[in-house]
């Protein structure tokens, strides 16, 4: 055989398993997916730079819309850039969101934008930083986050996604002025997925 | 006789007609949502913009009429020197004014549409002012609380994205009525101190919410076809 035939036997083989995948459509309603990484995020606000392990669930219930929760825990001692004022920086973090997703897009590979209110869980010193060792406090704080996205599903039980974020929030419970939670974002990698119920064809 | 009998025919005959065109009556519709609330220009003194979140489940009742039944939790600062936490629980009452155009009757193609509303109502209020930590002595013991009845009234429109989804804005102006919790900060000194007036008195402020919705049941009612 030469090697004009093995190219063209190729591209013939290629174009099979093309169209038997488009064929395949995993984005549909029911579908359940979750994923939990690494979100490296910013506080812009305070210049600084924070791991946050984040998870997610989400159920597709329209073909283009989906019900959301999350929830984010900042990695311990995971601050990239170290403040000398604790009192102007959480020492431990937590958020947990819940919301909608906007899905756009044919096929399996799909634009995502979600909305998702929820509350910030932030640890703060009680004391201006002179005051050694300064008391710490919990409060809720309310919260919200953006996020817009793009998940490509290239088997019935995975897909890869990558995301962008910006939430929201002030922490009152601080020694004089509220403390800002802007902060913006990224996560991405493998998710794992289902379709949980079966449709009529 | 007989002209009595077919006018009534022909009466009732309009009237089958009437329901063939009208496909869906929404009421009972029963939605489930999440809601983010900003709010400003408090009538505390010198209290600054809040946050808030809260939810909401939505339940129809006609097609003109829809309603809110709400919680939000919302913060917000007193200058440096102290911050206020309310929690709302209430009611409201949506009312659709120009539900009966046919842009918002469309029987086959779904297109994303505003729907606009009236909306007023009642809610009940918790409220907490809390001294910053670090200014008074007593620290974190000074604080006031009140429990209010409030009425709100404003403008909104839905966002129907999809036939039972959708984004909701509203603006609402809520009056609280009950007792006053006033609050004095001595600048020179640092102190602070609160005050509480007893009797009814009005303090209000405004509240834009963005709620996001999901219609989950039918209640009641169901669909001619």
Not at chain 1, 105 to 122: C, Q, R, S, T
Not at chain 1, 161 to 171: D, H, L, P, R, T
Not at chain 2, 178 to 192: A, M, Q, V
């Amino acid at each position: 055989m030469g090697i004009h035939q093995k190219i063209v036997g190729l591209f013939l083989a290629a174009s099979t398993l093309v169209f038997s995948q488009e064929k395949l459509i995993y984005f549909e309603p029911s579908l359940l997916r979750a994923s939990a990484t690494i979100a490296p995020t910013r506080f812009y606000n305070h210049e600084t730079t924070v791991a946050f392990i984040n998870g997610f669930m989400e159920y597709v219930v329209e073909p283009k819309i989906s019900v959301r929760g999350e929830a984010n825990f900042m990695a311990p001692n995971g601050q990239l850039l170290f403040t000398n004022s604790p009192e102007k920086f959480p020492r431990n973090f937590a958020s947990i969101y819940a919301g909608f997703g906007y899905h756009l897009g044919k096929k399996n590979w799909k634009i995502d934008l979600h909305a998702e209110p929820g509350i910030a869980l932030a640890e703060m010193a009680q004391d201006p930083y002179v005051v050694v060792p300064s008391r710490f406090q919990w409060s809720a704080c309310p919260s919200y986050m953006l996020k817009a996205g793009s998940s490509f599903y290239f088997s019935k039980y995975c897909h890869f996604f990558a995301e962008i974020n910006f939430s929201n929030g002030w922490v009152r419970k601080t020694t004089l002025s509220s403390v800002s939670l802007a902060q913006y974002g990224v996560s991405a990698g493998l998710g794992f997925h289902l379709i949980t119920q079966k449709h009529d064809e | 006789m007989k002209l009595n009998f077919l006018f009534l025919m022909s009466f009732l005959a309009l009237q089958v007609n009437a329901q063939e065109q009208r496909t869906f009556n929404p009421a009972g519709m029963l939605s489930l949502g999440g809601r983010t609330t900003v709010s400003l220009f408090n009538d505390h003194k010198n209290e600054m913009t809040g946050t808030g979140v809260g939810g909401q489940f939505r339940l129809r009742f006609s097609d003109a009429v829809n309603t809110d039944w709400f919680f939000d939790y919302i913060t917000s600062d007193i200058l440096n020197y102290a911050h206020r936490t309310d929690y709302h629980i209430g009611w409201s009452v949506l009312f659709y004014p120009i539900n009966h155009l046919a842009y918002f009757h469309q029987p086959k193609d779904f297109k994303p549409k505003f729907r606009p509303y009236i909306l007023a109502g009642h809610c009940f209020d918790y409220s907490k002012i809390e001294a910053k930590d670090g200014i008074s002595p007593l620290d974190g013991a000074l604080y006031a609380e009140r429990w209010s009845s409030a009425v709100q009234a404003g403008i909104g429109t839905h966002l129907e994205l999809t036939p039972r989804f959708d984004i909701s804005l509203t603006g609402q102006y809520m009056i609280h009525l009950g007792n006053h919790i006033e609050t004095d900060f001595d600048f020179t000194s640092g102190t602070l101190s609160f005050h509480e007036h007893k009797g009814a008195s009005l303090a209000g402020h405004l509240l834009v919410t963005v709620s996001l919705n999901y219609k989950i049941a039918r209640l009641w009612g169901f669909t001619r076809r």
